[in-house]
């Protein structure tokens, strides 16, 4: 892919680097001198906006946790340490963009246009939730975000998301898919099928690996021998990115630059966005089993949150006053929209039997039948 060409310095972004590609360090100082707005088209009030969203997405995440060990939800998968890769990509997408997740995007949602109760509401399975409480906890894709429903299947989404890509590019409506899946999903059949197929049809497809270094229990070098997950898209002929996942602005860049390229016809590309799972794998995980508590802390003091707070008060668009009024802004309205979302209460039992068939056939019908009668039975019950 070509070298960022604004005014100004470009910002090359090179395929296959061994060291994963960033615009800042660790801290959160600049590795190269360069201007957002000029070199990467990120206004100052849009790179505010970017922190922003992150931090209502851990907000958001910290509540689910709550709701799950408040009983109020059976399950959920954490997006704490990933919203750097995950945020600052959707950032880079258009509204017209598809999006095929996987069960750590739904707490950045909001960003795709999601209401904040929608998210709670999907978690919890009541009235208000799009997929109206039939999907599993976390796995929340709506219709108006351009965001498929996805399945719990490791790696499936690529290969979905695949599918989708071709038929844009057979109907030619124009917009790229990415998909999303941690380094696990590379090891999956489906993430090789979608880029070989992606490669041959030169389709508008991204495949985004947030690769957190492990898989449940499983460290990365179990998945894979290779040095990075993004060479892999050499044997495919197409571009792999290896960009550090903590550093928003170059995951942002480079999702643009890999977005535009492939909606324009110029093809796929692979990213693989280096980061850290900061919590439990799930609810239903205790990660003190497999990993120690110095190299969690090690990640914590890398965190992506933190790294774009210093850039953002380096660049003087960010102080301590602005910090506390968006803590105290995020929590109300992370409180609020859990609020709503259970005063939605739960959703009408018949909308089981709907929408599946245009016309619904005998059986159903049948089993609707069968549980009015057994509800009756129980008075009340759902
Ligand atoms: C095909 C399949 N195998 C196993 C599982 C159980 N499972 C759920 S998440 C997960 C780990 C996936 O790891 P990774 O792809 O690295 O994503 P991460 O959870 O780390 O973000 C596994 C094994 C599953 N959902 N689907
Ligand atoms: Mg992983």
Request: aromatic fraction near 8%.
């Amino acid at each position: 892919m070509e070298a960022h060409k604004r005014k100004g310095v470009p910002i090359p972004i090179q395929p296959f680097t061994e060291e994963p590609l960033r615009l800042l360090d660790e801290q959160g100082n600049p590795v190269v001198d360069f201007d957002p707005e000029e070199h990467l088209g990120l206004s100052p009030s849009r790179l505010v906006k970017l922190y922003e969203d992150m931090v209502l997405t851990r907000e958001v995440d910290r509540m689910c946790w709550l709701l799950q060990r408040s009983g109020k939800a059976a399950f959920h998968i954490s997006i704490t340490g990933h919203e750097g890769a995950i945020v600052g990509s959707f950032y880079a997408l258009r509204p017209e963009d598809w999006i095929n997740g996987y069960y750590r995007t739904p707490p950045a949602m909001h960003v795709r246009g999601i209401r904040l109760a929608e998210i709670f509401a999907q978690l919890m399975g009541t009235a208000l939730d799009p997929l109206k409480g039939r999907q599993m906890p976390g796995h929340l894709g709506a219709k108006k975000a351009q965001s498929f429903t996805y399945g719990s299947g490791v790696g499936l989404a690529h290969v979905v998301g695949m599918g989708m890509a071709r038929a844009l590019q057979y109907r030619k409506t124009g917009g790229v898919v990415v998909t999303y899946g941690g380094e696990g999903s590379t090891s999956e059949p489906h993430f090789h099928s979608a880029l070989n197929f992606a490669g041959v049809y030169r389709l508008p497809l991204v495949v985004m690996i947030v690769n957190n270094q492990y898989a449940i229990s499983v460290p990365r070098t179990q998945q894979t021998a290779a040095k990075t997950i993004a060479e892999k898209g050499k044997a495919y002929g197409l571009p792999g990115f290896y960009l550090d996942g903590n550093d928003p602005l170059i995951v942002y860049h480079v999702m643009r630059q890999a977005a535009d390229r492939a909606r324009a016809g110029g093809g796929p590309a692979l990213i693989e966005a280096l980061t850290y799972r900061l919590d439990p794998h799930s609810s239903a995980d205790d990660d003190r089993k497999y990993r120690s508590e110095e190299e969690v802390k090690h990640w914590w003091e890398r965190d992506t949150l933190k790294r774009m707070r210093h850039f953002l008060t380096l660049k003087g668009l960010w102080d301590e006053e602005k910090e506390e009024a968006l803590k105290e802004r995020v929590r109300l309205d992370v409180e609020r929209a859990v609020e709503e979302a259970e005063a939605a209460g739960l959703p009408r039992v018949e909308e089981l039997f709907e929408e599946v068939y245009g016309e619904r056939p005998w059986h159903l019908t049948r089993q609707w039948e069968e549980l009015q009668a057994e509800m009756q039975e129980q008075e009340g019950g759902h």
